[in-house]
């Protein structure tokens, strides 16, 4: 604004130009005017012209300077006028920009016309880049240059222009500032005291990703806040609230993570303590500080029921205590264990507080509560600015490759920034998922970039991935393997693999298992290359596992063995291999002869996995002509031995597995792809239990879509499958009976003294002891005796009609190698026992089997083994009187048919083992102790 004394100068003016000369006094005043000398009265006239212009710009430029100062005072800068502005102060609170380019404006005006206050150049500078105009980097040189000579405000703009920039896309030319300048910037900044760089520190060391996280770190920025200069002329109210509030920071910081020492703890919580009151009211922080620290015992005597009470009297009224309540709840800290309350109060809060979503992604991942629901974990795990959400994304995401989340580019960023920054398995995560065959990650040489750099520093696991991508292709099936310029030579790749394996790593193995199966490196051996996948599934490698299932299924170096092929992929499914639980499903269809898998396998794990998206064909784009394309095939093959309400019952229990699929339109063309007879059975359970009053025809309508999923709330989810308890596993005799040792012992002798019997006495000597070994449970003497008994006098005259059902019935469950047709050998065996007249002794060992043999009370194994009673005379009609004479429940009109045996496996589970098989056991392991007694006198 112009001062008084220049406006009156230019009003004066203005008068005087204002006036017209008239003719009387023009003459006159012209005569005047002539002799006061023209010319001198022009120069007063500019003068007086350039003297007001010149007020007026002072007065511009003073306006200015005090415009600018007062809106971007530098912090920490000495030749400040004005109290400082911190950087997110320049921004208008309304956010209209308009502000912000009106005080650029001044600041451009101040600085050019005084350049000799220096301050102003910088003032300015920080304004634009606030602005972050086009032409933004043309000014980068000179803040470097300033921030080289010790300006703390200076570098912590070379870090805001990073951080803005650094999404940039690739189209936009290399980053106006490099991530390392920025971050040196950005600590410089700090160490000089500047809050706002300060502030930024404590940010990325509390949530990263662009520093490692560190707790202590933070504690120590805190408390360089504290003691950090004063930022201008008089400190701000922001200067101090933020300074204030540094103590209580401190004190959660040590209560909320490990790693301080036990003094530092009680410290904190006193602070945490006296703030919170008690814990009941008070700054919410300090009061989840003081919460938690009750519930761990830091720095104060352990109470997790105190913590829990606590946490349940803020929930209704604090959001922010949902997620330690919901974790205590999950595990049973401080009380009962409430999953599913934990879940449902997750639920209700995933939107408003960010630790809620993980914290709910892993509840459902565990699958303890509820069933496994790995979609909804992975949009939860996606949302939060979380680095361990994200980290443990990247290990999720790969087995879900058809699964496509929203903004992936940003989970690519995080995880590399927080590669970069070293934080624990944020690189190897990465690697891995842009090594899978997901289309939105893969990217095999920014994998191998990052991979590098950790195995140079030792990383096995890194080294590890990096050697197994030298050769591009080595997985696939339609393309030969071509070697990479850079990495490892082969030479090298053949030291690496003989240090591992002499190290037993089983990653050593598996990789010459590739290139012996893929002829790089090595000479193709198939043989040799099935035998380093031995070796890599016995130290543990769930892929080796899958890999040698699919060489024991096609044959490759090795013979061709169904059994050993479903034990490599179970295996590798129970340590949570998708792809073995794929396999195997899609094995059932084909097992209708061997009759080796379970139901769970075929029909359960099946449709869990449709229900869950794993393998769908067009990626689910079929709506739901797609669920009967893929699922109709399942229940004409093997599954039709189990009958229609073990089907059903297994169909059931999929949704208890993976709940995701009780979504309406997933479940309805479900539905469509069952049976008729199958949708009915399902509402026949729904009806038996209580969950479905309407009558049960098998159009699976709303209302029976909406019991199943009250069944399945209320039933809870499927319990995993116990190691090594396939329907096809043997019966392994009771344990501490007989070293194997001793076992072979005999069992070769018998075998000596069987080959050299001449006579019938010798014989039935031979015949007593392969008896007394088929008794005590081994295989190859039970396998003896069965096929011998229909056709042998002198078997039957040793061995009951009770004991080779018994031994019959094992073998068909176990199916030992170098059996051959043991079906037809049971059927002749029947046949023969009909026509001795003892059909009726059949029945009665069936039953004790049943008891006594879990693996017959499968529905399905069951079924197919009863299925050949039926073409032996009386043999269903003597287990339909035995189950008769046991007063069975709901047996049918048939002894092999659904509903008998039905009845029979729930009568065997009511009533547990009969004790006979073990008592038999017992009492020939004897026998063989004294047998091998005597012959080693």
């Not at 949902?322 to 595990?331: C, E, F, R, S």
């Not at 959400?389 to 995401?397: D, E, P, Q, T, V």
């Not at 696939?476 to 394996?501: F, H, M």
């Not at 065997?908 to 020939?924: N, P, Y």
Request: charged share 25%; proline share 5%.
């Amino acid at each position: 604004m112009l001062r008084p004394v220049h406006v009156l100068v230019l009003s004066c003016l203005a008068v005087l130009c204002s006036i017209s000369p008239t003719p009387f006094a023009g003459g006159a005043f012209a005569a005047q005017a002539s002799s006061d000398k023209p010319d001198d009265a022009a120069k007063k006239d500019d003068a007086a012209k350039k003297e007001a212009l010149d007020a007026a710009k002072k007065a511009a430029l003073a306006e200015a300077i005090s415009v600018c100062d007062h809106g971007a005072s530098v912090p920490l800068d000495p030749e400040a006028k004005a109290p400082s502005v911190q950087y997110s102060e320049l921004f208008p609170q309304d956010f209209d920009l308009s502000k912000l380019k009106t005080l650029a404006d001044k600041c451009q005006a101040a600085m050019l016309g005084a350049p000799q206050e220096k301050r102003l150049t910088l003032e300015w500078l920080r304004v634009q880049v606030a602005l972050n105009q086009a032409g933004l980097a043309f000014l980068l040189p000179q803040i470097k240059l300033i921030a080289d000579g010790g300006s703390p405000e200076a570098n912590y703009l070379l870090y805001e222009v990073y951080s803005v920039h650094r999404h940039d896309s690739a189209d936009a030319g290399p980053p106006p500032v490099t991530r390392d300048v920025a971050l040196d910037a950005l600590q410089k900044a700090g160490a000089a005291g500047h809050l706002t760089a300060l502030v930024t520190l404590l940010h990325q060391y509390s949530d990263g990703p662009l520093l490692r996280r560190d707790a202590h770190k933070l504690v120590e920025t805190a408390q360089h806040i504290i003691d950090a200069p004063v930022q201008g002329p008089s400190p701000g109210e922001w200067d101090s609230q933020l300074r204030n509030a540094m103590p209580l920071l401190i004190a959660r910081t040590v209560l909320e993570n490990d790693g301080f020492t036990g003094e530092e703890q009680q410290k904190a919580f006193q602070v945490v303590e006296a703030d919170s009151k008690a814990g009941t009211i008070g700054p919410e922080p300090s009061v989840l500080a003081y919460i938690k620290a009750l519930r761990l015992g830091r720095g104060t005597q352990q109470d997790a029921a105190k913590a829990r009470q606590l946490l349940e009297a803020r929930v209704a009224n604090d959001q922010y205590a949902v997620p330690m309540l919901a974790d205590m709840l999950a595990k049973g800290e401080g009380g009962a264990a409430g999953g599913k309350r934990a879940i449902a109060i997750l639920r209700a809060t995933t939107k408003d507080v960010a630790g809620a979503g993980p914290m709910l992604a892993g509840l459902l991942l565990d699958g303890k509560f509820v069933g496994r629901q790995p979609r909804e974990a992975i949009r939860l795990l996606n949302a939060p600015w979380d680095l361990d959400a994200s980290i443990k994304l990247a290990k999720l995401l790969p087995d879900y490759d058809g699964f496509q989340i929203d903004n992936p580019d940003q989970l690519i960023e995080r995880l590399n920034d927080a590669a970069q920054a070293g934080e624990s398995g944020a690189a190897l995560a990465l690697a891995r998922l842009q090594l899978s065959d997901d289309q939105q990650f893969k990217n095999e040489d920014l994998a191998r970039a990052m991979l590098k750099p950790l195995a140079d520093a030792g990383d096995r696991e890194a080294l590890w991935l990096y050697a197994s991508t030298q050769y591009a292709n080595l997985d696939s099936t339609s393309y030969r393997p071509s070697r990479r310029d850079e990495g490892l030579s082969d030479d090298q790749l053949k030291a690496l693999i003989v240090d591992g394996e002499a190290k037993k790593e089983a990653q050593a193995y598996l990789l010459q298992a590739k290139l012996l199966r893929k002829g790089v490196v090595y000479e193709q051996d198939d043989q040799k290359a099935t035998a380093m996948l031995i070796n890599a599934a016995n130290l543990g490698s769930v892929e080796a596992m899958v890999l040698l299932g699919d060489a024991y299924a096609d044959g490759l170096g090795i013979d061709k063995n169904p059994r050993e092929r479903l034990h490599a992929w179970r295996e590798a499914a129970r340590l949570g291999s998708l792809k073995a639980k794929d396999k195997l499903a899609n094995a059932f269809t084909f097992d209708s002869f061997d009759h080796l898998m379970t139901l769970r396998e075929g029909i359960t794990d099946r449709i869990a996995l449709y229900n869950d998206g794993i393998g769908r064909m067009g990626l689910g784009v079929f709506g739901d002509a797609g669920a009967n394309m893929e699922l109709s095939g399942l229940f004409s093959g093997p599954a039709s031995s189990a009958g229609n309400a073990a089907v059903a019952a297994a169909v059931m229990d999929a949704f208890r597995e993976a709940p995701a699929g009780l979504d309406d339109q997933n479940l309805v063309g479900i539905g469509k792809a069952l049976p008729d007879e199958i949708r009915a059975a399902i509402e026949t359970t729904l009806k038996r239990e209580g969950f479905y009053a309407g009558e049960p025809k098998g159009y699976f309508g709303p209302d029976v879509r909406k019991a199943l999923a009250a069944w399945v709330d209320a039933k809870g989810p499927l319990a995993d499958v116990p190691a090594q308890t396939a329907a096809t596993q043997q019966a392994a005799p009771a344990a501490g009976l007989l070293t194997s040792e001793t076992l072979d012992r005999v069992r070769k002798r018998v075998s000596t003294q069987a080959q050299a019997a001449k006579t019938d006495k010798q014989r039935l000597a031979v015949v007593k002891q392969y008896d007394m070994l088929a008794r005590y449970g081994d295989l190859p003497s039970r396998w003896a005796v069965m096929s011998n008994y229909h056709q042998a006098k002198v078997v039957r005259t040793v061995v009951t009609p009770e004991e080779v059902t018994r031994y019959a019935l094992d073998i068909l469950v176990s199916k030992p190698a170098g059996v051959d047709k043991p079906e037809f050998e049971f059927i002749f065996d029947l046949t023969q026992i009909a026509q001795d007249r003892k059909s009726k002794a059949v029945g009665s060992a069936t039953l004790q089997a049943i008891r006594d043999d879990p693996r017959l009370q499968d529905p399905l194994t069951l079924g197919a083994i009863m299925g050949q009673f039926a073409f032996a005379p009386d043999a269903c009609d003597s287990v339909l009187a035995a189950a008769k004479k046991a007063s069975i429940d709901g047996v049918g009109e048939d002894g092999c048919d659904e509903d008998t045996r039905t009845a029979l496996i729930a009568f065997a589970k009511d009533k547990g083992a009969s004790g006979v098989d073990a008592a038999a056991r017992k009492a020939a392991a004897d026998e063989i102790k004294t047998l091998d007694a005597q012959a080693a006198k």
